[in-house]
């Protein structure tokens, strides 16, 4: 029988973020995927020209109650953007009230490079610090790290430097951390990956190739690609190796083909591997 998973996203009308990555991995994966929206745009946040936003507001929670009311059971939640700070509370109720404790995976998306994404405040980060607490994996970039410890930023991070941090966010009460966008400090920088940091393990770097410049969706398809590994029954460490052999191959194709980076990844044709290597898993167990 399939996994069931809550999705908790914002869904972009026209790009290739968010909830229109999340979805088709996670269903190539043999998850059935229930959407929680919590904002509706045209297009991107960034993008230009006037982005159509429109907010959810009551409906949020009006959801939620409706699934208690339908007795709807999931083995997982999945967490991106959240479009009001209060929805962050209203999803620690629902997953609070859950009496089969389903897996809580959180990518608590913030911000980039030092700061904070626009609309979002302390009294977000001391939110999302409340989620994680619960969370199996709490899967942050670099600034969002720093935000949820109290952690000046700062452009590069020793691997010491980037364990205390995780250790905080264990501190906090996720029981899996694995900080992404990492490379090691005095190398080639050919490589980037996850930083794993778990109670009583010694922390580890999985790294896989770097490309150039920056593409939008990169972190969505990572969670959900994580998400499907670790669904399947993959422990942690092997389900980031998976995923960022994954995400390379993605990259290639992406660059290859000339894709613009606001255009999103070319993720469509690992969709079918990655159904075959879920298939392949459900065989041998």
């Known amino acids: 029988m399939n996994k069931k998973l809550l999705l908790v996203n914002d869904m972009p009308g026209a790009a290739k973020v968010a909830a229109n990555v999340n979805f088709p991995v996670l269903s190539a994966g043999q998850i059935e995927v229930a959407i929680l929206p919590t904002l509706i745009l045209s297009n991107y946040a960034g993008s230009p020209g006037p982005v159509v936003k429109h907010q959810i507001g009551q409906d949020f929670n009006a959801m939620l109650n409706h699934w208690e009311f339908l007795g709807l059971k999931f083995d997982a939640i999945l967490t991106g953007y959240f479009g009001e700070s209060n929805q962050i509370d209203e999803i620690i109720s629902y997953y609070l009230k859950q009496s089969n404790q389903p897996k809580l995976l959180v990518d608590p998306?913030?911000?980039?490079?030092?700061?904070?994404?626009?609309?979002?405040?302390?009294?977000?980060?001391?939110?999302?610090?409340?989620?994680?607490?619960?969370?199996?994996?709490?899967?942050?970039?670099?600034?969002?790290?720093?935000?949820?410890?109290?952690?000046?930023?700062?452009?590069?991070?020793?691997?010491?430097?980037?364990?205390?941090?995780?250790?905080?966010?264990?501190?906090?009460?996720?029981?899996?951390?694995?900080?992404?966008?990492?490379?090691?400090?005095?190398?080639?920088?050919?490589?980037?990956?996850?930083?794993?940091?778990?109670?009583?393990?010694?922390?580890?770097?999985?790294?896989?190739?770097?490309?150039?410049?920056?593409?939008?969706?990169?972190?969505?398809?990572?969670?959900?690609?994580?998400?499907?590994?670790?669904?399947?029954?993959?422990?942690?460490?092997?389900?980031?190796?998976?995923?960022?052999?994954?995400?390379?191959?993605?990259?290639?194709?992406?660059?290859?083909?000339?894709?613009?980076?606001?255009?999103?990844?070319?993720?469509?044709?690992?969709l079918s591997e990655l159904y075959s290597m879920i298939l392949k898993e459900k065989e041998l167990n």
């Open 109 to 270: 998306t913030m911000g980039d490079l030092g700061k904070l994404y626009k609309g979002f405040d302390a009294h977000v980060v001391e939110k999302m610090t409340r989620l994680i607490q619960f969370a199996d994996l709490v899967m942050p970039n670099i600034t969002e790290a720093c935000y949820l410890t109290n952690t000046p930023y700062k452009e590069i991070f020793t691997l010491e430097e980037l364990t205390d941090i995780g250790n905080k966010l264990l501190a906090l009460g996720a029981k899996n951390v694995a900080i992404t966008g990492v490379s090691e400090v005095d190398t080639s920088n050919d490589q980037i990956g996850f930083y794993l940091i778990r109670e009583k393990q010694k922390p580890v770097l999985l790294s896989h190739q770097r490309f150039p410049d920056r593409f939008f969706g990169t972190g969505d398809l990572a969670v959900s690609l994580m998400a499907v590994f670790y669904l399947a029954g993959f422990d942690i460490e092997a389900s980031l190796v998976k995923t960022g052999k994954l995400i390379e191959e993605v990259l290639k194709v992406t660059l290859e083909v000339g894709q613009p980076k606001e255009a999103g990844l070319v993720f469509e044709p690992i």
